[in-house]
């Protein structure tokens, strides 16, 4: 009977491990300018000529999906327009833009929407999902900020 147990405990113990390996417990933390923060984000490589200039990505220690990001990319007029033909995206307006780019999950860095409000037009989701998705582009250099994140 205990080389039973033993070996249900073992086999407990080994189911947990592997899946809870993708877990916020074991994946989380934070990483900021990481090569793999685009993968994390969007699960598949990033582009060849799209420049990440910036990246931060945390996960917390949770049970539940819990994590946010922001991405600061080069200006890039195709990887613009395939953002825009591949989402609907409707692009909010004064105090609701302003909403937007102060309603990130977690602690925004320094880097991300440096300028004033007015200096980018800010896009969200037309349709559902709604949630934290933004997208802000700086009108001036058509540099792309985008962040999401979930609670």
Request: proline share 5%; aromatic share 14%.
């Amino acid at each position: 009977m205990n080389a039973i147990l033993r070996t249900l405990t073992a086999a407990g113990a080994l189911w947990l491990v592997l899946n809870c390996a993708g877990c916020g417990y074991v994946a989380s933390g934070t990483w900021e300018d990481d090569a793999e923060n685009w993968s994390r984000v969007f699960g598949f490589e990033q582009p060849p000529g799209v420049v990440l200039v910036h990246s931060k990505y945390w996960r917390a220690p949770h049970w539940t999906y819990e994590a946010g990001w922001f991405l600061q990319i080069a200006p890039n007029a195709d990887f613009e327009r395939r953002l825009f033909e591949l989402n609907e995206l409707v692009e909010l307006q004064g105090a609701e833009a302003a909403a937007a780019l102060s309603n990130t999950v977690g602690t925004e860095p320094a880097w991300f929407t440096p300028l004033s409000d007015e200096q980018y037009s800010v896009w969200i989701y037309a349709t559902e999902p709604k949630g934290n998705f933004m997208v802000a582009i700086e009108r001036e250099t058509r540099t792309l900020f985008l962040s999401d994140g979930q609670k």
